[in-house]
């Protein structure tokens, strides 16, 4: 089959022709879900999950400059294409980070980890992640091949330090999960929390190795030039990732943990043991005390 001259160019920059219908796609479902995601982030005012409408809009400009890489292929759109579709999923990290700060921090720091601390430290791998995997995207589009093999090196390293980080924070979930300090396991509100972290967990991993082995395979490797990969293993698990966000939103799920924490922590949680707490007045036959109908009160909500 013989390819037109603007096939050819689009040829020279994908190493394959890519299709417009499934670039078209995307954009549309990741414009949908952002926007979705969004109303649920302002009604339940939980501002860290803007993380996930600004990483779907990222997505949708990624997918726009795809679109634009196949009828007018420049430097420019390319370079553009290549970050938004690189960088953006490592921030949908932050949003577990954030949620199992605020978890902990909910439970009363009943383990020995700082919360703030916890945060922190995967906020700043986070960082640095970006900082490594954006240089090294910046340098995938320069047709030079010293910079080429240098873009391959640092996005390599951006990867296997990122998986690195997310296995230690995997274990900490687990660890926050299981600890019986932290007084969350069996709190039936605090299921679907853990839920959409260890889904989305599991989807970033496949995301994140297949990168891995794409890059590491080469720019003009199989898994790279055929993007039945790309779309399976890249947009799926990222598209997937954003609508478990939005269908187990955190802002909703938090709210409703913390309504049953609140009813349960005076009675249950180890680490209120041996501390200064406010005791209940005696209960009045045939009244109960103003303390007790208030946990009965918060119990029905959290139900």
């Given amino acids: 089959m013989a390819y037109t001259l603007l096939q050819q160019t689009i040829y020279a920059w994908f190493h394959q022709i890519p299709k417009e219908e499934a670039a078209i796609f995307a954009l549309v479902v990741f414009f949908l879900i952002g926007v979705a ?9 939980a501002w860290f999950m803007l993380t996930v409408a600004f990483t779907a809009a990222l997505e949708v400009a990624g997918y726009a400059f795809r679109i634009t890489m196949l009828h007018k292929p420049a430097y420019g759109p390319f370079v553009a294409m290549q970050a938004l579709l690189i960088i953006p999923p490592i921030f949908l990290a932050l949003v577990d980070y954030s949620a199992v700060g605020k978890l902990m921090r909910l439970a009363g720091g009943g383990g020995r980890l700082n919360p703030a601390w916890v945060a922190r430290f995967f906020f700043a791998s986070d960082i640095l992640c970006l900082a490594i995997q954006g240089a090294g995207a910046g340098l995938s589009s320069s047709m030079n091949g010293g910079d080429q093999n240098s873009a391959k090196a640092l996005l390599i390293v951006g990867l296997i330090l990122q998986l690195f980080f997310f296995t230690c924070f995997t274990g900490i979930t687990i660890y926050i999960n299981l600890n019986k300090k932290y007084g969350l396991r069996g ?98 036959a045939g009244k109960p005390s103003d303390a007790s109908a208030d946990v009965v009160q918060i119990q029905a909500l959290a139900a």
């Avoid at 995601?37 to 005012?45: D, G, H």
Wanted: aromatic fraction near 14%.
């Fill in 37 to 45: 995601n969004l109303v649920i982030t302002c009604r339940t005012k």
């Fill in 187 to 284: 709190i039936k509100q605090c299921q679907p929390i853990f839920i959409c972290l260890y889904v989305t967990i599991a989807l970033m991993y496949i995301r994140s190795i297949f990168r891995l082995i794409e890059f590491a395979d080469g720019w003009y490797g199989p898994i790279a030039s055929n993007e039945v990969y790309f779309y399976v293993l890249d947009f799926l698990m990222i598209f997937l990732c954003s609508v478990v966000f939005t269908v187990l939103h955190f802002g909703v799920h938090l709210k409703k943990a913390e309504l049953a924490l609140v009813a349960v922590l005076p009675v249950t949680a180890p680490h209120m043991q041996g501390t200064e707490t406010t005791s209940m007045p005696p209960k009045v």
